[in-house]
């Protein structure tokens, strides 16, 4: 695996009580390429290509508490850091308080 992202999602009206694994984990990181793309588009950004969004995620990831390499068999390179690739998209994103809403 590249990441980790979470995954364990429990829906009462489901067939499937919870939805977990790389199916659920799946869903959320399409999200978060969605939602970098988007940012990129909506500040007039370069839109990165897959491979530098893939490698930026990478880079960006937190590593797993007690992971002793770069790279685990399990986990991949670490935990999915949304934030932080968007501030290597966008240095300049601030994200919103409370009080923004």
Do not use: Y
């Not at 984990?25 to 399409?30: K, L, Q, W």
């Not at 500040?43 to 992971?67: F, I, M, N, W």
């Not at 850091?81 to 966008?90: E, G, K, P, T, Y």
């Amino acid at each position: 695996p590249d990441l980790c992202a979470p995954s364990g999602f429990h829906e009462n009206d489901d067939t499937a009580l919870l939805n977990t694994g790389t199916s659920a984990a799946a869903g959320v990181m399409g999200g978060v390429v969605a939602a970098l793309r988007s940012h990129a588009l909506h500040a007039h950004l370069p839109q990165p290509d897959p491979g530098t969004l893939r490698a930026l995620l990478r880079e960006c990831a937190r590593p797993v508490p007690g992971q002793a390499t770069p790279w685990d068999p399990r986990l991949g390179h670490g935990i999915v850091d949304v934030l932080a690739a968007l501030r290597s998209i966008d240095p300049t994103f601030k994200p919103p308080t409370s009080g923004d809403r």
